[in-house]
């Protein structure tokens, strides 16, 4: 599933090719997404200049001088930079044509992803509660002290909710609590102030290095026959029951709840 790394590679990797050019069409070829893709939705971009492709959580936000397309990649979703010469491939639902020859083309297989419109996205019912953004200066380990005041629920859960911080996926949820040191279960509303400190710096740097893993894998969103894999990273412990722990090598450990794995170390994560 692409996570907000994912989706942050696929705003830099769409945006320089469609920043100030005009649409000249929009196709849909299955509006049968998350929700239906709005009928209007051509009418409404077609002939208008794009301003600037902005990301806020894990939607795109394609911003016109007449609204905000806001596309969302969903469990399987992925967009790339084809010329007008490349064939649609299977699970192409929806193709972005510019005056440059260039094509954006939406490749979704599970199609649980979305394309809808907004005058003021911000407001949207899917954007207006979400909390800051992971790497914004107003996400603070102070923030997450405040919140988490009174709070019963699992530290890992707590960062893992939009309202709190967007973008915190299981993956780096799991990552960021090794490098603070902090138990996946401790109870939000128990941990200290100097420890949100040192937790929300880890999820910044996590989510930061991963970003940076994906500014490599830029120049496979033009032209690529394939869509953009989702890229490989580096971690720590996810993924890794029963490895050495990277700090003190006694095995670690996995939780599961759901389809959802927490891998942790019992020794080093209190
Ligand atoms: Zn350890």
Known sequence: MPELPEVETTRRGIAPHCEGRSIRQL???????RWPVPDDLPARM???TIRAVD????????RLDTGTA????????????????SPPLKHDHVELQLDNGLLIRFNDPRRFGCWLWSD??????????????PLAPEFTGGLLYRLSRGK????????????VVVGV????????????????????GRISADRYHRLAEAIRETLSAAILMGGTTLRDFVNSD??????AQSLLVYGKRGQPCPECQRPLKEMRTGQRSTVYCGNCQR
């Open 152 to 163: 019963q629920v699992a530290v890992k859960s707590f960062i893992m909710d939009n309202r």
């Open 27 to 33: 196709i849909i070829r299955n509006p049968s997404l």
């Open 120 to 133: 003021h996205p911000e407001q949207h019912a899917l954007l207006e509660s979400l909390g800051p953004e």
């Open 226 to 231: 394939g869509k953009p894999g989702y890229f």
């Open 70 to 85: 806001i596309v969302h990649l969903g469990m399987s979703g992925s967009m790339r930079v084809v010329t007008d010469q």
């Open 55 to 62: 990301r806020r959580a894990k939607y795109i936000l394609i």
């Open 169 to 188: 996926g299981n993956i780096y949820a799991n990552e960021a609590l090794f490098k603070a040191g902090i138990h996946p279960n401790r109870k939000a």
């Open 46 to 48: 077609e002939g208008h």
